[in-house]
Each structure stands twice: as structure tokens, then as C-alpha cells.
């Protein structure tokens, strides 16, 4: 039942931002464009009921092609961003890695982040899992608006951060190292499905 309401709140802003405002009123209704914005990622402690937060995803919507600029705070010069969503995750400092087993951030390390654009369109989600059940996303601005609302983190305004600057992990001035390409226990589907779309 919450996941229905989640949706049809999502469908009811959309709508409602069409229907009653003009085109740019209705544009500032939809997630934002060219804005990171930060959430927490926790697991349940030993004792059952405590959260206890052991790292961090990132979202950006852009509808066109994004590039770094320098900068020690900004998106690195190195790094593109396509157009669709891009989402980064990554583990907060002195979190101890063999705490991490099990968990969607399972691989990572206090020195890397794991990178992924999904593009407007609906694509499947392959990952390096051994899971081979059917996954669909699309990174696109509906689908970005929805999880916005949907995740009050994502609108706190202390943790979003407006194109070039960006979360620290992707800064020019960071020391992480993106290990998207060869990490070897990471699912991008778990972490969609715990806690991007698992309330829509």
C-alpha cells in the first residue's frame, strides 16, 4: 500500500504541474536538473533495531551531456556525465569494510565509488552478480521526479550540491577511485530496488 501511494503522489505532482501552471512553473515541480542530491545508506544493527548508516548514494538528472570542470570542490574535469540519471555510491569513512558483507555496498572500500548513468530510455540492469533475475530502469526525468519526492532526503538542501560542484568522492580535489569497471560484488539492482524504487 505505501508503494502505491508513493506512485500515485509521484503521478499526482506530475499531473498536477501540468494541469495548473505554466510550462516553467511546471518544469520547477519536476526533480531538479544538474543537482546532485545525497541520501543515506544504512543497515540495521546487531541489536535489531537501530540504523546505522554506512555509506551514501548520489543522484543527477541532466538532459543533456554533462563534463567536469576544475576545481578542487567540482566534478572532476575527467569525468562525462550522459544524459538520464546518474547515480554514485560510495561508503562513509571508518566504516570498517567486513562490516559491508551482505550489504548493497558489499566490495566497497573507504577509497572507492562505484559510478552508473542510466539512460532516459528503459534498460536492463546487469551487474557482476550472479543474480540473473530480469531488471528494467529508466533514467528518466519521470522516473528521477518520482524517487525525488518520494525520498525526503533527496530534498534536504544541505546535501544537494548544483553542477560543477558535486559530492567530494567526485571532486577533482578527492582521492576516490571509481572501480565500477571491475568491482566484483556489487549489484547495481539491489541497490535500485533497496532504496531508490522500493518505495514507489
Known sequence: MKKLFGFIAAAFVLASAFTF???DEADDLLGPVNTWC????TKTGSDGTTEETIGYVAMIYCDSKVTGVEGSSNLSSSI???PGLTVVAWIK???HTDSLAGTVLNGLDSNTYVLKTFGKSEEAVSDSTENTDS???AGSRATWTAIYYSKSDLRNSVTQNVHPACPSVLSDGGKYENITETIANFSWKNLL???LINSL
Open 193 to 195: 530496488k533497496q532504496y
Open 38 to 41: 545525497e541520501m543515506p545508506i
Open 21 to 23: 501552471t505554466s510550462c
Open 80 to 82: 562525462t556525465l550522459e
Open 93 to 95: 569513512n571508518g566504516v
Open 135 to 137: 531488471f528494467s530502469f
